[in-house]
């Protein structure tokens, strides 16, 4: 990549175009450098899921042009710099006006208290990173004597990888704040002696009566969604965690998300991921020497300018409080008989529907091997991936009582672009538009279904729980 960044500098000199590369900036200095230079910010993206680049920019009054892919197009209040993500000659002309007439500002479809104050909350180790628009989290001892004690870790697997759950139970045992107790839901039809996990006298002695195995009802193997919820509705202390088998906690990683839910009255909490090429030693990550690839980020849409299509960001591995957890479900039921991705996103949206409050810790609180051969998502068919979709965008359906054919248009409207003959791309509502008759109805009943959403106005709050209110707005 950095070799195709260096010709693409070089292309740009030819054309008497000068280049500043800035590398490794965090959001505040990185916006605080393009207002000082009085930069516009150009976010060409073709696809994209929760915009929070977008969301930055224009909170911090960044002159930003963007494209309408995902959910750019619900971020803008007006939308004044917006051009189609699958067009280049339609960002050639929104550059050449603002190069040529200047930029008309835009600004969030929120408040911006709302937005830095009330979507979502941040609950940072180090306060250097986000200072000063993060909350700080209070030392080890804000737990108190009792510890961990009132969280559960939950862990689904399978016969087969009874190898890495066993690696994982280990790691548990070096946790910084002791007393939780783990649950294990093994996901297989049980024959014999093949559902025995063999700990080691290490891992029995520690854990001790706080270690509960649970195996399918029936013997016959659930979808994950099924799995996390059996594991929920056991829970019996006012935390769980849902941790998947193949992932490596941070050595402080339950301690940090239960001080986060505290001082942050969360219902949920998540972070960021660290991902990596091979899983790192037991040895490196209790002594932080664990060297990052990159960072994927966490944290779910918080409902608010959300996009209808799938928009979050948000991770597997997070802390819930468990009676919330329990009332919202909270995951999707699967929609095949087979398992699909974006277990974790249906989990979101129930949270988000029912205005949960979120707290996000922005460190990386746990380590996954790219590409990894244990993933629902890297092993999914594209037909999955579309089913997976199709149950998040089913529970908005329901939750706004639209009808089949509202639903159903709806969802077609967010998607950004078609696949023609011949291969080319094209915006979808272009090729609607270019249908006639039949295209212009299709237009109207989208734009019908899109105001069924309208009168959902009111925004989520710090403060708000789950309890019969109504949902953040879309």
């Known amino acids: 990549a950095k070799k195709m960044i260096d010709a693409l500098f070089e292309d740009l000199k030819g054309y008497g175009i000068n280049t500043n590369q800035y590398n490794n900036m965090t959001t505040v200095p990185a916006v605080v450098k393009m207002l000082e230079k009085g930069y516009v910010a150009v976010l ?27 959910g750019q197009s619900e971020v803008g209040a007006k939308n004044y710099n917006m051009f189609s993500s699958s067009d280049a000659s ?185 991902f990596l090429h091979e899983r790192p030693s037991r040895d490196d990550v209790e002594k932080s020497r664990v060297k990052v690839h990159h960072v994927s980020l966490a944290g779910g849409n918080a409902g608010p300018v959300a996009n209808f299509f799938v928009h979050h960001t948000g991770k597997a591995n997070v802390l819930m409080r468990t009676s919330v957890a329990q009332h919202l479900g909270p995951c999707l039921s699967e929609l095949s008989i087979s398992m699909s991705p974006f277990v974790d996103w249906g989990m979101y949206t129930n949270f988000i529907l029912n205005k949960a409050t979120i707290s996000v810790v922005p460190e990386s609180m746990y380590y996954y091997k790219i590409n990894s051969k244990n993933s629902i998502f890297y092993g999914a068919s594209d037909f999955m991936k579309f089913v997976g979709a199709k149950k998040i965008v089913n529970r908005y359906c329901e939750f706004y009582k639209l009808d089949v054919m509202g639903c159903e248009l709806l969802w077609v409207s967010r998607q950004q672009t078609m696949m023609l003959d011949g291969g080319a791309q094209v915006p979808l509502t272009r090729v609607i538009r270019r249908s006639g008759a039949v295209g212009t109805a299709v237009l109207r009943k989208t734009v019908e279904a899109r105001a069924a959403l309208k009168p959902m106005t009111s925004s989520m709050s710090s403060a708000t729980r789950t309890g019969g209110k109504q949902p953040g707005r879309l």
């Not at 935390?239 to 990683?253: A, C, G, K, Q, Y």
């Open 90 to 274: 339609d960002l050639a002309r929104v550059m050449y006006r603002v190069m040529k007439k200047g930029i008309i500002q835009d600004f969030p479809a929120l408040p911006r208290d709302e937005v830095l104050d009330g979507y979502v909350k941040a609950m940072s180790l180090d306060p250097r990173q986000l200072a000063p628009y993060t909350n700080v989290l209070p030392s080890a001892g804000f737990l108190g004597n009792e510890g961990c004690s009132e969280v559960t870790v939950s862990i689904v697997t399978f016969v087969g990888r009874f190898d890495i759950v066993t690696d994982l139970l280990g790691r548990l045992i070096s946790q910084t704040c002791p007393g939780f107790s783990v649950t294990v839901f093994i996901n297989s039809p049980c024959e014999q002696n093949n559902c025995s996990l063999h700990l080691g006298d290490t891992t029995l002695s520690h854990f001790g009566s706080k270690l509960k195995m649970l195996n399918t009802p029936g013997g016959d193997k659930v979808s994950v969604a099924e799995a996390r919820n059996t594991l929920l509705k056991e829970s019996v202390t006012k935390f769980t965690i849902l941790f998947d088998d193949d992932d490596v906690p941070r050595h402080d990683f339950v301690e940090v998300m239960l001080r986060a839910a505290i001082h942050g009255k969360a219902d949920l909490v998540t972070s960021h991921a660290g």
């Open 44 to 70: 060409p993206s073709l696809y994209e899921n929760y915009p929070m680049a977008l969301l930055e920019m224009l909170t911090f009054g960044v002159p930003t042009i963007h494209a309408d892919a995902g």
